[in-house]
């Protein structure tokens, strides 16, 4: 019979468990973006301050394989790219705890070395790490890769400021 010590070991384990996972409607909490824009469908892990694992399930039904390509589906890089932006913006928001309620936003500025690997197509799962680097002058510098079944498609150090709303 578990001990009152025990059940709160365990309760505190199942509560740090769930607090480094996200379901889709605390993804909509943090990041503006709704359908058929946003492009992240759980968040696997997030350690503060440091890291964030994101999933995208890739199906047939996404609205741009419809022109990319037909005969040949092909995810587009810059939806990968797209991808791993709202990755690293949601390991930013959620380490300020920044909702969509509050009177600012996260936005992406800059690229630096983006490299895409491999292809991504339909019924592929894509899994996002993005590892804080630095905030210089309110600039954060995120490194984001992404994968499919272990394998590299797509890397790059990703930078986003936060900026006050005008009203």
């Not at 954060?140 to 400021?161: C, F, N, P, R």
């Amino acid at each position: 019979m578990p001990t009152l010590l025990d059940i709160q070991i365990m309760t505190n384990k199942s509560e740090s468990i769930e607090a480094k996972r996200m379901d889709i409607k605390d993804i909509l909490e943090y990041l503006p973006h709704r359908y058929p824009f946003l492009l992240i469908d759980r968040v696997l892990d997030y350690t503060p301050k440091k890291s964030l694992v994101a999933l995208k399930n890739v199906t047939f039904n996404e609205n741009f394989f419809q022109g990319h390509f037909p005969g040949r589906p092909l995810m587009p890089a810059v939806l990968i790219l797209e991808a791993m932006a709202q990755t690293a913006g949601l390991l930013a928001l959620r380490d300020i705890d920044a909702r969509l309620t509050e009177k600012s936003e996260y936005y992406f500025v800059g690229i630096d070395k983006a490299r895409f690997r491999r292809p991504v197509e339909p019924g592929d799962q894509l899994i996002f790490h993005a590892e804080f680097l630095r905030t210089t002058r309110g600039i954060w510098k995120i490194d984001v890769t992404a994968k499919v079944d272990d394998q590299l498609v797509a890397s790059a150090e990703l930078m986003g400021a936060f900026r006050g709303m005008e009203g």
